[in-house]
């Protein structure tokens, strides 16, 4: 079983108009929303094998802050790629991952994570900023991957039991 963690990076600030999309910060409440995000996928248990992030700000800080929850020590991978992937690049991405990994953490943005989502489980709902949606795939190696072993675990996300 390999096991998918979608996560859309926390909401971010539009208030320096000078910076480019890729350097946005994360505004107050994605900085109160990732640690959140992350204490909660730490009270079930949930440790990555690995994390892959886009090198955005945005992204790059909630990657961080979510590892941190659940006391991930490794490295984090950012790979540029995935900054500006259509969902086709993420599964591509996904499914070079070394097979002893079984757990794994995507940090990217929309709309490319709603299509992956989308892709993999028929998931039509809008993943918010810091949302994360879970995947299981019943197959033994990542270049096996698909639509037609995976199964949607939870989706969870800030405002979600409010």
Not at 92 to 115: Q, S
């Amino acid at each position: 079983m390999k096991k998918l963690f979608i996560i859309r990076h926390a909401k971010s600030s539009w208030k320096d108009n000078s910076l480019s999309d890729f350097d946005r910060p994360l505004n107050k409440r994605g900085n109160l929303n990732a640690p959140m995000m992350g204490e909660r996928l730490d009270a079930k248990s949930i440790m990555p094998d690995i994390i892959l992030s886009s090198p955005a700000l945005r992204a790059k800080t909630t990657a961080k802050i979510i590892a941190k929850q659940v006391s991930y020590t490794k490295e984090i991978v950012f790979l540029p790629e995935i900054y500006d992937a259509f969902s086709e690049d993420l599964h591509n991405i996904l499914k070079k991952i070394d097979d002893d990994k079984e757990t794994v953490f995507l940090f990217g943005h929309n709309p490319e994570l709603n299509d992956l989502a989308e892709e993999y489980v028929d998931m039509y709902d809008n993943i918010p900023t810091c949302g994360i949606v879970e995947i299981e795939f019943s197959c033994d190696k990542w270049r096996e991957i698909s639509p037609k072993n995976a199964k949607m675990i939870s989706f969870d996300y800030p405002k979600k039991n409010l």
